[in-house]
C-alpha cells in the first residue's frame, strides 16, 4: 500500500500533496461543471476525472438526458439537470484519517523495524485504550501480540506480503480477524497497517456450535459403548478380547459392534458388525441388531441361517442403513470356526508358527439389501491359535486400497504374541489408529490356547458310538460311569453324570434315528453331555400327565441339570445336550 497516495493526513501531508499538484499544473481548486451546447457533456479540465454515470438515466445524442417519469424537478442552488455527473475530486483529496477514524473496524499504524504506532483510530482506542503515538507495538500493545500478529509484521515488512489470521481471541474478551498489509510511510520508510475486525459474535455462534456437536457426539459415544457388551463372556476352552475406539472429535460416531455369545457345549459365538452410518441413529440401529443377533444365537442356528434373519430384519429397521457383519461359531470338539459373511472383512487366523491365514468365501452383500441366500464356510482354529475379527477403520486408509490395509494387518499379526488385549493393542498401534483416527475400529481377538501340563489334565474328552437298539442303554451308562469316575468327580456329580446320560440316550433311541453317538466332556468348569443322533426333530419339554408312560425324561434332565438344549446338526439330524457346573472340590 502506497501511505502517499492513501494519506492517513499526518502533519504536513496536505501541504506536500497540493504542492505536487501544483507542480503538474493541475488547478488545487475543486472541478466546476462546464455546460456546452449540446448538452450532453461537461468540460474535462486538465488533470480532472472523468464523471461516472447514473444508473437510472442515460445521455441521449440529442438532448440532456432524463429520468424515466420524463421530468426532472430544479437542483439546489437553481443549477438545471445535467445530462452528467460532476467529476469526482483526485483520491489525493480524499481525508483517509477521517475516514478511517469512522471505520467500525480496528485500525492501527506501525512503522519500522520495531513496529513503532504512528496511527490508531477510534474503534483501536474503545476496544483496547489510547495508544501513545511513536511507542513500540511491544511494549503498549499487548493485544497485537494476543493476536499472533507480531511474526506476520515481521513477515509483512520483509516481504511486503499481507497476511491475515482469523477469529483469535484476546484476554479482554473479545475475538478477531486481523490482516496485516504493506504501506510505506512518508519519512518513515516502510510500515504494516493492521485491520481487524470484531468477529466475537460469530465465534460465539461457532463455540456455541461446536459445543453442541461436542455434547450430541459424547451422547452418541456413550450410547455406543452402553449397547456394547461391559463384560466379555469367556468360555472355558478361548480366551478373548476386544477393543472399540471411536472416531476423533471431527468425525461422527459410527455403528461399529461385537460380541460373544455363549451356545452351550462348549460352542461360541463370535459377532462383529459394522452399521455404514454416523451419529446417534447409526448407534441405535447397531443396538438393534446386536440385540437381534443375541436372540437368534439362541435358537443356535448355522451361521448362515443367523444372518438370512439379521438380513430382512435390517431392512425394517431401516431400509437406508446397510451393515456388514460377520458371525462365527466355535466348536471345542471340531476345532474349526464355521462362519457366514455379509459384506465384511474376512478373519484372519495365526497358527502357532507365526503363520496368517486368510478365511475364503462364501461372502455375501450387506444386511438390508435382501434377495441373497447366505452360505457357511469353515477355516480350521486348531489348539494354539488366534483369530482376528475386525471393522474397516482398522485396515482402511484414503487413497489407498483395502485390500492393501488387510495385506498390513496380515503381516502386524503374524509377529503380535501375548494375551489377547496385547495382541488387541499391538494391532492398532502397527496399523497407526490414533485418537485422531477418522474411522471407528472395534477389534475381536479369539485364542485357542495350547495346553499342556497339569492345565491339560482339566479338558478331557470321550465318545461312544451308540450301536444295536436297546441294549445301547446300558452300555452307555456303564461308559459314562466309568469315564466319570476316571475324571474323579463327587458321588454325587457323578450320579447326576450318568442319570442325565440314561435319559439323554434313551430320548435318542426312542425318537431317534441312526447314527448315534454320545460324547462327554470335562473342562476346568463344567460337565457336557452330548448325545447326536440322525433325527432332526428338536425335542421340547412338556408337562406329562399322571397317566402317561414317557415323555419325563427330558423334564428330568432340566432338573438336575445347570442348563440343556438342542440343536439340528449340519449334516443332518440333531444334537441333545445337557452341562453340569463342576463344584469347587471338582475343578482341581
Given at each position: 500500500m502506497n501511505f502517499t497516495r492513501w494519506s492517513a493526513r499526518l502533519p504536513g501531508t496536505q501541504r506536500r500533496a497540493a504542492a505536487r499538484r501544483a507542480d503538474r499544473g493541475i488547478s488545487t481548486a475543486p472541478p466546476r461543471p462546464d455546460r456546452r451546447e449540446d448538452g450532453g457533456r461537461e468540460g474535462r479540465g486538465e488533470g480532472s476525472v472523468p464523471a461516472a454515470r447514473g444508473d437510472t438515466a442515460e445521455a441521449d445524442p440529442a438532448g440532456p438526458a432524463r429520468a424515466d417519469?420524463?421530468?426532472?424537478?430544479?437542483?439546489?442552488?437553481?443549477?438545471?439537470?445535467?445530462?452528467?455527473?460532476?467529476?469526482?475530486?483526485?483520491?489525493?483529496?480524499?481525508?483517509?484519517?477521517?475516514?478511517?477514524?469512522?471505520?467500525?473496524?480496528?485500525?492501527?499504524?506501525?512503522?519500522?523495524?520495531?513496529?513503532?504506532?504512528?496511527?490508531?483510530?477510534?474503534?483501536?482506542?474503545?476496544?483496547?485504550?489510547?495508544?501513545?503515538?511513536?511507542?513500540?507495538?511491544?511494549?503498549?500493545?499487548?493485544?497485537?501480540?494476543?493476536?499472533?500478529?507480531?511474526?506476520?509484521?515481521?513477515?509483512?515488512?520483509?516481504?511486503?506480503?499481507?497476511?491475515?489470521?482469523?477469529?483469535?481471541?484476546?484476554?479482554?474478551?473479545?475475538?478477531?480477524?486481523?490482516?496485516?498489509?504493506?504501506?510505506?510511510?512518508?519519512?518513515?520508510?516502510?510500515?504494516?497497517?493492521?485491520?481487524?475486525?470484531?468477529?466475537?459474535?460469530?465465534?460465539?455462534?461457532?463455540?456455541?456450535?461446536?459445543?453442541?456437536?461436542?455434547?450430541?457426539?459424547?451422547?452418541?459415544?456413550?450410547?455406543?459403548?452402553?449397547?456394547?457388551?461391559?463384560?466379555?463372556?469367556?468360555?472355558?476352552?478361548?480366551?478373548?478380547?476386544?477393543?472399540?475406539?471411536?472416531?476423533?472429535?471431527?468425525?461422527?460416531?459410527?455403528?461399529?459392534?461385537?460380541?460373544?455369545?455363549?451356545?452351550?457345549?462348549?460352542?461360541?459365538?463370535?459377532?462383529?458388525?459394522?452399521?455404514?452410518?454416523?451419529?446417534?441413529?447409526?448407534?441405535?440401529?447397531?443396538?438393534?441388531?446386536?440385540?437381534?443377533?443375541?436372540?437368534?444365537?439362541?435358537?443356535?442356528?448355522?451361521?448362515?441361517?443367523?444372518?438370512?434373519?439379521?438380513?430382512?430384519?435390517?431392512?425394517?429397521?431401516?431400509?437406508?442403513?446397510?451393515?456388514?457383519?460377520?458371525?462365527?461359531?466355535?466348536?471345542?470338539?471340531?476345532?474349526?470356526?464355521?462362519?457366514?459373511?455379509?459384506?465384511?472383512?474376512?478373519?484372519?487366523?495365526?497358527?502357532?508358527?507365526?503363520?496368517?491365514?486368510?478365511?475364503?468365501?462364501?461372502?455375501?452383500?450387506?444386511?438390508?439389501?435382501?434377495?441373497?441366500?447366505?452360505?457357511?464356510?469353515?477355516?480350521?482354529?486348531?489348539?494354539?491359535?488366534?483369530?482376528?475379527?475386525?471393522?474397516?477403520?482398522?485396515?482402511?486408509?484414503?487413497?489407498?486400497?483395502?485390500?492393501?490395509?488387510?495385506?498390513?494387518?496380515?503381516?502386524?499379526?503374524?509377529?503380535?504374541?501375548?494375551?489377547p488385549q496385547v495382541v488387541c493393542d499391538r494391532l492398532i498401534r502397527s496399523q497407526g489408529v490414533t485418537a485422531d483416527h477418522d474411522d471407528d475400529v472395534a477389534v475381536l481377538v479369539v485364542q485357542h490356547p495350547s495346553r499342556t501340563g497339569p492345565s491339560a489334565e482339566l479338558f478331557h474328552n470321550a465318545a461312544l458310538d451308540l450301536l444295536g437298539g436297546t441294549e445301547a442303554a446300558p452300555r452307555a451308562r456303564a461308559f459314562a460311569s466309568g469315564v466319570m469316575a476316571s475324571w474323579r468327580f463327587s458321588p454325587e456329580l457323578h450320579d447326576l453324570g450318568v442319570l442325565a446320560t440314561s435319559e439323554l440316550v434313551a430320548n435318542s433311541l426312542q425318537h431317534g434315528t441312526p447314527p448315534m453317538r454320545l460324547r462327554l466332556r470335562r473342562t476346568d468348569r463344567r460337565l457336557i453331555i452330548e448325545v447326536t443322533d440322525g433325527d432332526d426333530h428338536l425335542p421340547r419339554r412338556r408337562r406329562a400327565e399322571t397317566e402317561d408312560e414317557a415323555g419325563r425324561g427330558i423334564s428330568i434332565v432340566a432338573t438336575i441339570a445347570s442348563s440343556w438344549g438342542s440343536r439340528r446338526t449340519p449334516g443332518g439330524g440333531k444334537a441333545v445336550w445337557c452341562e453340569f457346573a463342576l463344584p469347587t472340590r471338582d475343578r482341581a
Open positions: 417519469t420524463g421530468h426532472e424537478g430544479p437542483r439546489p442552488g437553481g443549477e438545471r439537470p445535467s445530462g452528467r455527473l460532476p467529476a469526482a475530486p483526485p483520491v489525493e483529496d480524499f481525508p483517509i484519517a477521517e475516514i478511517l477514524g469512522r471505520l467500525p473496524a480496528l485500525v492501527a499504524v506501525a512503522y519500522g523495524a520495531e513496529h513503532r504506532i504512528a496511527y490508531v483510530n477510534d474503534a483501536y482506542t474503545t476496544a483496547f485504550g489510547p495508544r501513545p503515538i511513536g511507542s513500540r507495538a511491544a511494549d503498549t500493545c499487548p493485544e497485537l501480540a494476543e493476536l499472533g500478529l507480531p511474526p506476520l509484521m515481521d513477515q509483512v515488512l520483509r516481504g511486503g506480503t499481507s497476511r491475515t489470521v482469523k477469529s483469535r481471541k484476546v484476554a479482554a474478551g473479545g475475538s478477531y480477524t486481523a490482516t496485516c498489509l504493506p504501506m510505506e510511510i512518508p519519512g518513515a520508510g516502510g510500515g504494516v497497517l493492521v485491520f481487524a475486525t470484531d468477529v466475537t459474535g460469530h465465534a460465539e455462534s461457532a463455540d456455541r456450535l461446536r459445543a453442541s456437536e461436542r455434547r450430541q457426539r459424547e451422547m452418541a459415544v456413550t450410547l455406543q459403548r452402553s449397547l456394547l457388551p461391559q463384560e466379555l463372556e469367556q468360555p472355558d476352552d478361548l480366551r478373548i478380547a476386544a477393543t472399540y475406539q471411536p472416531g476423533s472429535e471431527d468425525a461422527a460416531v459410527g455403528g461399529d459392534w461385537y460380541d460373544v455369545i455363549t451356545l452351550g457345549a462348549g460352542r461360541t459365538a463370535l459377532v462383529i458388525g459394522d452399521v455404514m452410518g454416523r451419529g446417534v441413529r447409526a448407534a441405535a440401529v447397531m443396538g438393534q441388531l446386536r440385540t437381534a443377533v443375541r436372540a437368534y444365537a439362541r435358537l443356535d442356528l448355522p451361521p448362515h441361517e443367523v444372518l438370512q434373519l439379521l438380513d430382512g430384519l435390517a431392512a425394517e429397521i431401516d431400509a437406508s442403513q446397510i451393515a456388514t457383519c460377520v458371525y462365527a461359531v466355535h466348536d471345542p470338539n471340531e476345532g474349526r470356526l464355521v462362519y457366514a459373511s455379509a459384506g465384511h472383512l474376512p478373519i484372519l487366523v495365526r497358527d502357532e508358527d507365526g503363520t496368517v491365514r486368510r478365511a475364503a468365501d462364501p461372502t455375501g452383500p450387506p444386511l438390508g439389501t435382501g434377495g441373497w441366500l447366505h452360505s457357511s464356510g469353515s477355516i480350521a482354529l486348531p489348539p494354539g491359535s488366534s483369530a482376528v475379527l475386525y471393522t474397516d477403520g482398522l485396515v482402511e486408509r484414503r487413497g489407498e486400497d483395502i485390500d492393501e490395509g488387510v495385506a498390513s494387518l496380515e503381516r502386524a499379526l503374524s509377529g503380535a504374541d501375548g494375551t
